[in-house]
C-alpha cells in the first residue's frame, strides 16, 4: 500500500476567491446557504455564483457555467444534481480550478450505481489533478479567519479561535460535534466534513493539519479509514511533532459497523486493529464530547509531566477520593509524598488534615491566610510528584476568588501541569475563573472529569517516550524470494506440514518432523525422532485434524505407530471422503511449557497485523488476545507480551517456571517480518498452538495452518 502525495490545503482554508456551483436564491436549501454564510460572516473575497437561471444572487454577479467565470477560483463548491456533478468537475478542471467542495449526495452511499457514479467523479478528478472533497458531505469552516464554506446552521456560526483542526466523515454530527466542543470552551482553527471521501480523505487533511504551525491538536470524528494503513505513520507524525491526535472512531459494534457501511461507503475495519495502531502511534481515542473536551484542554496547556505519578490537594474529602479513584484506574500512581514534604505540611495545616495522598486539607484551610498556597507549593516541589490535581469543590464567592487568584499564581510559577476541579456560583465567582483562564490552568467542572485531563496527559508523554525508543530500534526485515515465488497463486490452504517449512525458513521454530506415506515409514521416521510421538493426518482439505480423527498423541512404541497411522487414515477418510492424503506426519512430542496462540491477518484497511494471546480457553473464551499492525520492534514484541490479562501466567505466577519471553518476542518479530513479505499470497497465518518452554529453553510451533490470500472469505 502507498501513501499519496501530500496535499497542500492551504489555498482551500485561505481561498481567496469562491465559486458556488448550481447556487440558488433560496436561502433554504442547501444549494441557497453557501452563500448566505458568506455573505453574513462577511466574507473578504471574490464569490461566483454559477447558475444559469439567474444574472444575480444577492450582491454577486451570477455566471451561466463556469467557463464563463472571469478567472479560475480558488474553491469551488458543487451543489449540483448527481447526474450533473461529473460533467460539472470536468467543467472545473477545464477552468483550472484545483480545489472542489462536492456537497452533492447521491454517490457510494446509495450502493452499486452509487459506486460507478463516484468512480466516474474520481477519474475525473486525478485527470485533472483536482483535489476533491466529498461527494456527500457538508463542507469546510475557516474559525481563524472567520467564514465558511457550506450549508447548514453550523456554517453560518463565529466558532472560539485557537490551535484546534478537526476532520469529520459525518456530516451533520460532526457539525454537532464543533457546536458541542466549542460550549466547552475549546478553540478551532480549521474543520472540514469529508464525506465518501473518493478521493481526499481525513488522513490526507490530518497529514497537512500536522504540518500547519498553528494548529496544535488534531481531531478526527470517522466511521472508517479506506487508507487505515496509514494510521499508525500519521499517529507517530503527530507524536514527534507534538500535537496530540485525538480519534472519535465509531462503528466499534457490528451493529454500528453496518451502519457506517452503509452511511458513507466506508467499511468500518476491525475495531481491535484500530485500537492496535491507536496503541502503536499513541493516538488518543475519545468517545464523547465532554471525553473530547477534557482531554483536549489538558493537552493544549502545552505542559508535559515528567512521569505518571499525581498528587491530589482537596479542600472536600469526597470529591479527593473520587479524583483519586479515576486517576489510579487510568493507571496514574498517588504516591507517599516525601517524608520532608510532610513534614513541613504538618507545621502549616489544621492538626485534622489528612496528609496521606489524596491530602484531605479540609474547607476550613481557606481562613488559614496563606497555608493553602504553600501547601501547593511545597508539593509542586516535591521529586516525587509529576502532576497535581486540585479539588476545590463549589467553593464561591471573595473567598473562592482568592484560592483562586492563589492557585493561578501557583501554576504560573510552576512547569508541572496542575489541573483544577472546582464548580462554583458563576456569577459570584467569575474573577476566579478568569485568573486560572488567564494563565492556562484547566478548570474541570468534576473531579473525575480533571483526573480524565490528567490520564490524556500522561498518555501523551508516554507515547513520546515510547515512540522515541522504539523508532531507534531496528526493524526486522526478511525477504525470502523462493518463498514468494513458491507460494504466489495459491489457491489452497497449505498443510501443517508446508507451513511449518515456511516458518522454519523464517527462523521461527517448529517440531522435530517428517511425513510418511505408509506404515513402515512412519515406523523408521518415529524411531529416528524419538518415542513418544505425535501423528496427524496431513491433507490441505483436512485443516482440523483433531475433528476428523486424525491425530494421535503419545504414540509409544513400533506396534502403535502401525495401528495409529492405519486408524488416522481411515478416519480421514470417511470424514471427508475423497479428500487427498499426503501422508502421515511424525512429531517429537513437546512436554511442558505455555500454550500460546499467535497468528497473522491480512487486513484489506489495515495490512498486516499480528495476533497474540495465551492459548485455549483464554483466547477462545475470554478473547484475551492484542493485535499489533506490521512490522514491529522488539520491545513492541514484549508489550504485546505484556499486554494480555494473562501474562502474569508466563511471568511465573503461583510457582509456574517463568517462560521463555525473549524466544516469544523474537518469534512475534520474525512472525511479522514474514507477514510483511509474504504479504500477497497469504491471507491468514495461524499458530496454534506455539509453546512457550520455561526461560532460556526458547519456543516451538506445534501447528500451523496458512491460507492463501485469493481464497480468504471462502
Given at each position: 500500500?502507498?501513501?499519496?502525495?501530500?496535499?497542500?490545503?492551504?489555498?482551500?482554508?485561505?481561498?481567496?476567491?469562491?465559486?458556488?456551483?448550481?447556487?440558488?436564491?433560496?436561502?433554504?436549501?442547501?444549494?441557497?446557504?453557501?452563500?448566505?454564510?458568506?455573505?453574513?460572516?462577511?466574507?473578504?473575497?471574490?464569490?461566483?455564483?454559477?447558475?444559469?437561471?439567474?444574472?444575480?444572487?444577492?450582491?454577486?454577479?451570477?455566471?451561466?457555467?463556469?467557463?464563463?467565470?472571469?478567472?479560475?477560483?480558488?474553491?469551488a463548491l458543487v451543489a449540483v444534481a448527481a447526474e450533473r456533478a461529473p460533467a460539472v468537475l470536468e467543467e472545473c478542471g477545464n477552468k483550472g480550478i484545483r480545489f472542489v467542495i462536492m456537497i452533492t449526495s447521491g454517490f457510494a452511499e446509495m450502493g452499486e450505481a452509487g459506486m460507478a457514479a463516484?468512480?466516474?467523479?474520481?477519474?475525473?478528478?486525478?485527470?485533472?489533478?483536482?483535489?476533491?472533497?466529498?461527494?456527500?458531505?457538508?463542507?469546510?469552516?475557516?474559525?481563524?479567519?472567520?467564514?465558511?464554506?457550506?450549508?447548514?446552521?453550523?456554517?453560518?456560526?463565529?466558532?472560539?479561535?485557537?490551535?484546534?483542526?478537526?476532520?469529520?466523515?459525518?456530516?451533520?454530527?460532526?457539525?454537532?460535534?464543533?457546536?458541542?466542543?466549542?460550549?466547552?470552551?475549546?478553540?478551532?482553527?480549521?474543520?472540514?466534513?469529508?464525506?465518501?471521501?473518493?478521493?481526499?480523505?481525513?488522513?490526507?487533511?490530518?497529514?497537512?493539519?500536522?504540518?500547519?504551525?498553528?494548529?496544535?491538536?488534531?481531531?478526527?470524528?470517522?466511521?472508517?479509514?479506506?487508507?487505515?494503513?496509514?494510521?499508525?505513520?500519521?499517529?507517530?507524525?503527530?507524536?514527534?511533532?507534538?500535537?496530540p491526535y485525538l480519534l472519535w472512531k465509531v462503528g466499534t459494534s457490528e451493529a454500528g459497523a453496518r451502519a457506517a457501511a452503509s452511511h458513507t461507503a466506508n467499511l468500518g475495519g476491525e475495531m481491535a486493529l484500530y485500537r492496535a495502531a491507536f496503541e502503536q502511534s499513541g493516538i488518543i481515542e475519545v468517545t464523547d464530547v465532554d471525553d473530547l473536551a477534557d482531554r483536549a484542554h489538558a493537552l493544549l496547556t502545552g505542559r508535559r509531566p515528567g512521569g505518571n505519578r499525581v498528587a491530589v490537594i482537596s479542600m472536600s474529602g469526597g470529591a479527593g477520593v473520587l479524583m483519586a479513584d479515576h486517576c489510579a484506574a487510568a493507571g496514574l500512581e498517588l504516591p507517599t509524598l516525601s517524608p520532608d514534604t510532610l513534614e513541613r505540611l504538618r507545621a502549616i495545616l489544621p492538626a485534622f488534615a489528612g496528609l496521606n495522598n489524596p491530602i484531605d486539607v479540609t474547607g476550613n484551610v481557606s481562613a488559614r491566610e496563606g497555608s493553602f498556597v504553600e501547601a501547593l507549593e511545597l508539593i509542586l516541589a516535591d521529586p516525587l510528584v509529576d502532576m497535581l490535581g486540585i479539588c476545590l469543590a463549589s467553593i464561591s464567592g471573595p473567598a473562592g476568588n482568592q484560592i483562586a487568584i492563589d492557585v493561578a499564581r501557583v501554576c504560573a510559577a510552576t512547569t508541572k501541569p496542575v489541573l483544577v476541579a472546582w464548580c462554583a456560583d458563576v456569577e459570584r465567582t467569575r474573577e476566579g475563573y478568569e485568573a486560572l483562564a488567564a494563565v492556562g490552568t484547566p478548570r474541570y467542572d468534576t473531579p473525575v472529569r480533571c483526573a480524565r485531563g490528567m490520564d490524556a496527559l500522561w498518555h501523551f508523554e508516554r507515547a513520546r517516550r515510547d515512540h522515541e525508543r522504539i523508532s531507534a530500534e531496528p526493524v526486522l526485515r526478511l525477504e525470502r524470494p523462493a518463498q514468494r515465488q513458491a507460494l504466489a497463486g495459491l489457491q489452497a490452504d497449505l498443510t501443517e506440514y508446508q507451513a511449518k517449512q515456511v516458518l522454519a525458513d523464517y527462523g521461527i521454530p517448529v517440531t522435530s518432523e517428517a511425513l510418511a506415506t505408509t506404515a513402515e515409514q512412519a515406523v523408521v521416521l518415529a524411531a529416528q525422532i524419538g518415542f513418544p510421538v505425535v501423528m496427524k493426518i496431513v491433507s490441505p482439505m483436512i485443516p482440523h485434524k483433531t475433528e476428523a480423527g486424525g491425530v494421535k498423541v503419545g504414540v509409544r512404541d513400533a506396534q502403535a505407530v502401525r495401528e495409529a497411522f492405519s486408524e488416522i487414515v481411515a478416519n480421514a477418510g470417511c470424514h471427508s471422503p475423497g479428500a487427498p492424503i499426503d501422508g502421515v506426519l511424525v512429531q517429537a512430542m513437546v512436554s511442558g511449557g505455555t500454550e500460546?496462540?499467535?497468528?497473522?491477518?491480512?487486513?484489506?484497511?489495515?495490512?498486516?497485523?499480528?495476533?497474540?494471546?495465551?492459548?485455549?480457553?483464554?483466547?477462545?473464551?475470554?478473547?484475551?488476545?492484542?493485535?499489533?499492525?506490521a512490522?514491529?520492534?522488539?520491545?513492541?514484541?514484549?508489550?504485546?507480551?505484556?499486554?494480555?490479562?494473562?501474562?502474569?501466567?508466563?511471568?511465573?505466577?503461583?510457582?509456574?517456571?517463568?517462560?521463555?519471553?525473549d524466544a516469544l518476542a523474537d518469534a512475534l518479530v520474525r512472525l511479522a517480518a514474514l507477514a510483511v513479505d509474504l504479504q500477497d499470497s497469504i491471507a491468514e497465518i495461524d499458530i496454534n498452538p506455539l509453546i512457550v518452554l520455561p526461560a532460556g529453553q526458547g519456543v516451538v510451533a506445534v501447528d500451523a495452518l496458512f491460507k492463501p490470500k485469493l481464497a480468504a472469505g471462502h
Open positions: 500500500m502507498t501513501t499519496p502525495a501530500a496535499i497542500d490545503f492551504s489555498r482551500l482554508f485561505g481561498a481567496r476567491s469562491i465559486a458556488v456551483i448550481g447556487a440558488s436564491a433560496d436561502e433554504k436549501t442547501p444549494s441557497g446557504q453557501p452563500l448566505m454564510h458568506l455573505r453574513n460572516l462577511g466574507y473578504p473575497g471574490e464569490v461566483y455564483p454559477v447558475n444559469p437561471r439567474y444574472e444575480v444572487i444577492g450582491q454577486w454577479r451570477c455566471y451561466p457555467s463556469v467557463s464563463a467565470l472571469p478567472a479560475a477560483p480558488d474553491v463516484q468512480a466516474r467523479l474520481l477519474e475525473t478528478a486525478r485527470r485533472h489533478g483536482i483535489s476533491m472533497i466529498g461527494p456527500n458531505c457538508q463542507g469546510m469552516i475557516n474559525a481563524a479567519d472567520g467564514f465558511s464554506l457550506g450549508f447548514g446552521a453550523p456554517y453560518g456560526l463565529r466558532y472560539n479561535r485557537g490551535g484546534i483542526s478537526m476532520t469529520s466523515q459525518s456530516g451533520a454530527w460532526g457539525n454537532a460535534v464543533m457546536i458541542l466542543a466549542n460550549q466547552e470552551g475549546l478553540g478551532f482553527r480549521h474543520y472540514v466534513s469529508t464525506g465518501n471521501e473518493a478521493q481526499t480523505t481525513s488522513l490526507d487533511v490530518v497529514d497537512w493539519y500536522l504540518d500547519d504551525p498553528q494548529t496544535r491538536l488534531v481531531v478526527s470524528y470517522v466511521e472508517g479509514f479506506q487508507d487505515a494503513h496509514r494510521l499508525v505513520s500519521i499517529g507517530r507524525k503527530a507524536l514527534e511533532l507534538g500535537k500460546v496462540i499467535v497468528g497473522v491477518t491480512q487486513d484489506p484497511l489495515f495490512g498486516p497485523a499480528i495476533l497474540f494471546g495465551l492459548g485455549g480457553i483464554f483466547a477462545e473464551v475470554m478473547k484475551d488476545v492484542c493485535f499489533r499492525i512490522p514491529i520492534t522488539r520491545s513492541e514484541a514484549m508489550a504485546m507480551i505484556r499486554s494480555i490479562k494473562a501474562f502474569p501466567i508466563l511471568d511465573g505466577a503461583r510457582g509456574r517456571p517463568k517462560a521463555d519471553l
